[in-house]
């Protein structure tokens, strides 16, 4: 699986900001795919994730801002993020596994193991 991130870049405190992700070699019938991020000097977490179904996952931080979404059987995927706030400047990274059991395994954020370069997002207050 080869993932491409695009979309990132710098936004004013409340502004709106659109990811995008280029998923290529997708030969499995089904895949989890979810959007982390890293802030400088923390560690990585899920942010928004999807299963094939199309059920989703948010992060506590980020619910009823951001929406995560697929097309094109799972080739494209997005983050649509509203209301940024400074604590949403980092790398934010695409990513996937092949999703091979339901009832909630793309909900673990351990599961993922194909992984794009990421974008940079910026919010200055």
């Known amino acids: 699986v080869h993932l491409v991130e695009s979309g990132g870049g710098s936004v004013q405190s409340g502004g709106s900001l659109r990811l995008s992700c280029a998923a290529s070699?997708?030969?499995?019938?089904?895949?989890?795919m979810g959007w982390f991020r890293q802030a400088p000097g923390k560690r990585r977490e899920a942010v928004a994730l999807?299963?094939?179904?199309?059920?989703?996952h948010y992060a506590d931080s980020v619910k009823g801002r951001f929406t995560i979404s697929q097309a094109n059987r799972q080739s494209e995927l997005y983050l649509q993020m509203d209301g940024l706030k400074s604590e949403g400047t980092a790398m934010y990274y695409c990513?996937?596994?092949?999703?091979?059991?339901?009832?909630?395994?793309?909900?673990?954020?351990?599961?993922?193991?194909?992984w794009g370069k990421g974008t940079q997002v910026i919010v200055s207050s």
């Open positions: 990513a996937a596994a092949r999703q091979t059991n339901f009832d909630g395994y793309c909900f673990q954020p351990g599961v993922y193991d194909f």
């Open positions: 070699e997708l030969t499995y019938p089904s895949y989890c």
């Open positions: 999807i299963n094939g179904a199309g059920s989703t």
